[in-house]
């Protein structure tokens, strides 16, 4: 399973940055001894200059610190499809969720899913999980995310028998909380909030029901 976790740490003043403070100081200090008998005016004025300039430094390492923060979101449509264009990506569902784009896959050998975002540059970065292999030997197949605040299932129907009957899925994750949803295609992604996000959540039951609510699968 695949953990995204943001996380940015504020830089600290670096020792440039310390050393320019106590040069500007150290000459505030002369400045104020040569100056005491040429006048006191001047000697303010100097003072003064040399608290701005401070005011100053601290203020362009404020602004640069924060340009340095990542802050990521949810891609655009644009970029999805560019994305899936690119990678010959054989989509069988695509789900946005308030931080991240989930989009379902399956080719001829490989199937799973890939988890787009973009930072605030428009720059996209993706993570996923896949599988190597044939999925026609299981009925169903199964992926997902169970940390972060928006843990998800992903459901491969390969069972065209089942697949034409099937019109809900129903899922109980590990809190206890039951998801239902209607079934549109042979893939399927099931979120879950967990705005919390003390520790991973897991589901711990799957259901698929045909139209007079039997059981198709269970797992």
Not at 72 to 87: D, G, L, M, R, W
Not at 113 to 124: A, E, R, S
Not at 171 to 180: H, L, M, Q
């Amino acid at each position: 399973m695949t953990n995204i976790k943001y996380s940015t740490l504020r830089r600290p003043f670096h020792k440039g940055f310390i050393k320019q403070v106590y040069r500007i100081t150290k000459n505030c200090k002369i400045w104020k001894i040569s100056n005491y008998d040429s006048g006191g005016d001047l000697m303010h004025k100097k003072i003064i200059l040399c608290l701005l300039t401070l005011v100053v430094m601290i203020l362009f390492i404020s602004c640069n610190d924060k340009s340095g923060k990542i802050e990521y979101s949810v891609p655009t449509t644009a970029q999805v499809n560019e994305f899936i264009s690119k990678n010959s990506i054989n989509t069988l569902a695509i789900k946005e969720t308030d931080d991240f784009t989930i989009v379902l896959y399956q080719n001829e050998n490989i199937y799973g899913h890939y988890v787009l975002y973009q930072d605030q540059k428009k720059q996209l970065y993706n993570g996923g999980v896949y599988a190597v292999g044939s999925s026609i030997v299981s009925p169903v197949s199964l992926g997902g995310v169970a940390s972060g605040k928006t843990p998800f299932v992903t459901v491969i129907i390969n069972d065209e028998e089942m697949l034409k009957n099937a019109k809900e899925i129903q899922i109980t994750f590990k809190d206890g909380t039951v998801v239902k949803q209607m079934i549109s295609g042979k893939g399927i992604i099931v979120l879950h909030h967990n705005e919390e996000n003390k520790e991973p959540i897991s589901y711990t039951k799957l259901v698929i029901y045909d139209k007079d609510i039997k059981k198709l699968y269970e797992m």
